[in-house]
T-cell receptor, first 118, second 112 residues
Framework: EADIYQTPRYLVIGTGKKITLECSQTMGHDKMYWYQQDPGMELHLIHY???????EKGDLSSESTVSRIRTEHFPLTLESARPSHTSQYLC?????????????????FGPGTRLTVL | SQKIEQNSEALNIQEGKTATLTCNYTNYSPAYLQWYRQDPGRGPVFLLLIRENEKEKRKERLKVTFDTTLKQSLFHITASQPADSATYLCALALNAGNMLTFGGGTRLMVKP
């Protein structure tokens, strides 16, 4: 079982609300990621971080923002939720390892947060 | 950009048989390819990694092959069990410095 946690697991919220999805890992991994996944579809990378104070946008454009002020914590924030933000959000982390980079080592995923915006 | 194709139709097999799942990719050849298992409502779990210079990798009942000429990876589960029922995702990275690109996954159903 991976030591990566996400809260809340489920969130139903009204349009216009500000939300923060929490992600924490206890493995000391430098690299962390946020993915968005709709039912039966691919995972799309929306944000990633190489370490503290590092954040980058992923392949899929997202209105969310992230921060990384501690190694173990990588929260995602939506300032004003909309129905189009309804999706599953998955957090992951990896250890760069000897070869470096996110593609060499396995990624450890949290259980996900299923967000529904009404 | 890289495109990954996995059979979107579910694969139904009988318990004890070998399940074979396919992952095809276009454009650039990846340096690494990974396979993950995802259960409903859960995050993916890493299973195997295979590098571009490796033809085959095994782990218990799992076997992965990587054919860079065909631009294809095959994922085999031998002696399949109902507990193997899940969605299996392939993911690849162009090189060690790049992020993973995931396929849409194939759902496997193993019937007793």
């Amino acid at each position: 079982e991976a030591d990566i946690y996400q809260t809340p697991r489920y969130l139903v919220i009204g349009t216009g609300k500000k939300i923060t999805l929490e992600c924490s890992q206890t493995m000391g991994h430098d690299k962390m990621y946020w993915y968005q996944q709709d039912p039966g579809m691919e995972l799309h990378l929306i944000h990633y971080s190489y370490g503290v104070n590092s954040t980058e946008k992923g392949d899929l454009s997202s209105e969310s923002t992230v921060s990384r002020i501690r190694t173990e914590h990588f929260p995602l924030t939506l300032e004003s939720a909309r129905p189009s933000h309804t999706s599953q959000y998955l957090c992951a982390s990896s250890d760069p390892g000897l070869a470096g980079g996110g593609g060499y080592n396995e990624q450890f995923f949290g259980p996900g947060t299923r967000l529904t915006v009404l | 950009s890289q495109k990954i194709e996995q059979n979107s139709e579910a694969l139904n097999i009988q318990e004890g048989k070998t399940a074979t799942l396919t992952c095809n990719y276009t454009n650039y050849s990846p340096a690494y390819l990974q396979w993950y298992r995802q259960d409903p409502g859960r995050g993916p779990v890493f299973l195997l990694l295979i590098r571009e210079n490796e033809k085959e990798k095994r782990k218990e009942r799992l076997k992965v092959t990587f054919d860079t000429t065909l631009k294809q990876s095959l994922f085999h589960i031998t002696a399949s069990q109902p507990a193997d029922s899940a969605t299996y995702l392939c993911a690849l990275a162009l090189n060690a410095g790049n992020m993973l690109t995931f396929g849409g996954g194939t759902r496997l159903m193993v019937k007793p």
